[in-house]
């Protein structure tokens, strides 16, 4: 049943571009507009509303802070984004008017439903995200798009992150279709893109044995940092959460802002840091903030892997290591810039003698508080 593969984790992997073409599946019409037949809450009902909040646990809520870039670039309604076990218990401002989202693989993860009824107890409606079919949360939201990713059985999410990224994206351009945000001419463009990227997806996946090379090398290191802005911190959190469940390694993800405000004392000699560089396209100012922020560690001693665009030229001088990544849209980078990270994370696993499919100490679904 792993399909030839050694784990599970490498077949889901592999799996990614299907898994993100089967989220999309049926819900872009022949005109390039979203049907989201599923979301059951009356447009009139989402026109109204004046607040969304995020709630999800690891994996999960790493798509949920780069749905909020999403969210409020594409439909303008301000977005917070929390960790489900934290929620409930500041006793946080709901109303009719807020939209909850709650995003879970299993569906059965108790933080994540607590919270949801929690914020249905308040009056707000909330929408599922979610990759099992019948499970408890979306039993108990008032609507679900399901992430179509097919069963993940490895304990470490990849296809499920993936496809919850998309369904955020989703969500948060059906969002801007129906409130008739400014953006028009752009979401139809992403539309467009988005529709491509299961290809994007295949081609990262082709050029990952460098990558696997990589994470060899490494394996007998004891922390690895990752940096990244904009979209790409969320995704530096996604690659330390990754190295952390699989290769039990210290690894911290960091917002590349603020490097000099703490972290860039961990700085020294040899010490690995991964950099997710956004596109120098679009938000270019921050492009040439993350160049100077490589040279510094470089000048400090890191040994620096370097996650960028193709054609990025501006960052090979300060790249001990590549790693290419095919151009997208700034919002959707996420899609293609987590591949690596996950396919690094798994291999210096294997390369560390760990179980991948099942690390120490964690389940697939955590069903407790
Ligand atoms: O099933 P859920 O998406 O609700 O699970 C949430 C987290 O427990 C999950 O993402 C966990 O962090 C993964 N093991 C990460 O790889």
């Given at each position: 049943e792993k399909g030839g593969y050694d784990y599970f984790m490498l077949k889901e992997i592999a799996e990614q571009p299907k898994a993100v073409a089967d989220t999309l599946l049926g819900r872009i019409d022949a005109g390039g507009s979203l049907t989201l037949d599923e979301v059951r809450i009356p447009a009139r009902e989402l026109r109204e509303i004046d607040k969304i909040v995020v709630v999800a646990c690891g994996t999960a809520f790493h798509a949920g802070l780069i749905a909020k870039y999403a969210i409020e670039h594409w439909t303008r309604i301000p977005c917070e984004v929390e960790l489900a076990s934290e929620f409930r218990y500041r006793d946080p401002i709901l109303d009719p008017r807020s939209l909850v989202i709650a995003i879970s693989q299993?569906?059965?993860t108790m933080d994540t439903l607590m919270a949801l009824r929690h914020a249905r107890d308040q009056g707000s409606k909330v929408l599922a995200i979610c990759n099992t079919n019948g499970s408890t949360i979306p039993r108990e939201s008032d609507a679900v798009l399901y992430t179509?990713?097919?069963?993940?059985?490895?304990?470490?999410?990849t296809k499920a992150f993936l496809t919850q990224l998309v369904a955020c994206y989703l969500v948060a351009l059906y969002l801007g279709q129906v409130r008739g945000t400014k953006w028009g001419d752009e979401i139809r463009a992403v539309v467009r893109d988005l529709a491509r990227i299961s290809g994007e997806v295949e081609r990262v996946l082709e050029t990952m044995e460098p990558v696997r090379e990589l994470a060899r090398s490494l394996a007998d290191k004891d922390t690895v940092l990752f940096l990244g802005r904009h979209v790409g911190y969320p995704v530096a959190l996604e690659g330390a959460l990754k190295l952390k469940e699989l290769a039990y390694m210290h690894a911290e993800g960091f917002?590349?802002?603020?490097?000099?405000?703490?972290?860039?004392?961990?700085?020294?000699?040899d010490l690995p840091v991964v950099v997710v560089v956004p596109s120098p396209r679009g938000r270019s100012v921050l492009h040439d903030k993350i160049v100077s922020n490589i040279q510094e560690i470089r000048a400090r001693g890191a040994r620096t892997i370097v996650i960028a665009e193709e054609g990025d030229e501006a960052v090979v001088p300060y790249a001990d290591h590549l790693v290419r990544i095919p151009a997208t849209p700034v919002l959707l980078q996420p899609l293609v810039a987590t591949v690596p990270l996950q396919v690094f994370a798994c291999e210096l696993a294997t390369a560390r003698g760990n179980e991948v499919d099942q690390p120490r100490n964690l389940a697939k679904s955590v069903t407790v508080e």
């Open positions: 299993s569906g059965e179509h990713a097919g069963p993940e059985v490895a304990v470490a999410s917002a590349a802002g603020e490097l000099k405000h703490g972290p860039i004392a961990l700085i020294e000699e």
